[in-house]
């Protein structure tokens, strides 16, 4: 570790100096704030388009959904950059209108005033059995038909393991691994995080699956079943708020929370070796998964060594920085991790 603390910090310089070279090459983007509030903007504009797009000009669900998909994965990158208080850090009124807004076009998330804690708990605790941020999204669970089956649903990620989590965050607890505020935050995200679009929003959509698989087994086989007429109106009333809500975020979650579980290491990393921590994943295989999670399994290794950058820059500059990182040996599209349940060492 000695050699690998010097190394990060070798990494970080190199990072840094990339950054403020791209700052002074192009000087506009020392307006940080007002490029947020920008980017946030047009996003959520794009997105009305293509609320309008469906509700009015009769676009097919399939681009609508596609086309938000894409959209909010920018917000949850301002969301992310939010979190690391990157944008009106002085002016509380526009930062949490920005993080209100954030959170509404992507209502099947954690509240993100609660996700604050359990992300700068990641940035600490990487890859450690108290780091929920990543446990949340399967991180470290054995890969199978049931991790990839709530790897994009939160709520069910949680409904399938929280007797076996419950009683190891307890433990936790007692040995002092979260502050007093990360406890007391820890509650709240389980009885009011998804409160108030999460929950609703979720039972609107198993009724919806579940109603339209029965639906859809009793026309199979000829309608042998009387279809009570509520069942039709229900459908087609919460369509809309399905294709429109709640599929494209549920593809926007499962690419992200599919490439994030992969690329994080957990279970046998070293506490604060950002070596261990994540790997690259660029590979064109990921390229559909990152089209809906803004390139997320290239860049966020870079994120870890340097936290405090905005991801339109990160982005940008990401060639020359993911050039350091493999120089330096950060891994990159080690797919290993999928039979070792995200072990970082390759044996034992
Ligand atoms: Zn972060
Ligand atoms: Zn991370």
Excluded at 251 to 269: A, E, W
Aim: hydrophobic share 45%; glycine share 6%.
């Amino acid at each position: 570790m000695a050699s690998d603390t010097e190394k990060i910090r070798l990494v970080f310089k190199e990072i840094q100096q990339i950054s403020r070279e791209f700052k002074s090459r192009y000087p506009v983007f020392v307006h940080q704030d007002a490029i947020g509030m920008g980017i946030f903007l047009f996003s959520v504009m794009m997105i009305l388009l293509g609320f309008a797009g469906y509700l009015n000009y009769g676009v097919h669900a399939g681009w609508v959904i596609l086309w938000i998909a894409f959209w909010t994965s920018l917000l949850h990158e301002l969301e992310h950059d939010l979190i690391h208080y990157l944008y009106f850090k002085k002016i509380p009124f526009l930062h949490n209108f920005m993080m209100l807004g954030v959170w509404v076009f992507r209502p099947l998330t954690v509240n993100p005033w609660f996700r604050r804690y359990l992300h700068l708990h990641h940035h600490k605790y990487s890859g450690l059995p108290s780091d929920l941020e990543e446990r949340g999204v399967t991180n470290g669970e054995k890969f199978g038909l049931l991790r990839l089956f709530i790897l994009p649903d939160l709520i069910l990620s949680f409904v399938f393991r929280a007797f076996k989590l419950y009683p190891e965050i307890r433990k936790m607890e007692k040995e002092g691994r979260f502050t007093k505020e990360e406890v007391k935050n820890l509650y709240r995200v389980g009885l009011l995080g998804f409160l108030p679009f999460g929950i609703p929003l979720h039972l609107m959509w198993y009724s919806f699956a579940l109603l339209s698989l029965l639906s859809g087994i009793n026309q199979f086989y000829g309608n042998i079943l009387p279809q009570p007429e509520w069942t039709q109106e229900y459908l087609s009333a919460i369509t809309p708020i399905i294709v429109l809500l709640v599929a494209p975020n549920l593809l926007r979650q499962f690419s992200l929370h599919f490439i994030t579980s992969n690329i994080h290491y957990y279970g046998d990393v070293e506490k604060g070796n950002i070596f261990q921590q994540t790997q690259i994943l660029n590979t064109w295989w990921a390229i559909p998964f990152h089209l809906f999670c803004f390139n997320f399994g290239v860049t966020h290794a870079i994120h870890h060594f340097f936290v405090q950058e905005t991801f339109y820059i990160r982005q940008l500059t990401a060639a020359k920085a993911v050039a350091v990182l493999v120089k330096y040996g950060v891994r990159t599209n080690d797919t290993g991790t999928f039979s070792r349940a995200n072990r970082y060492h390759i044996s034992g």
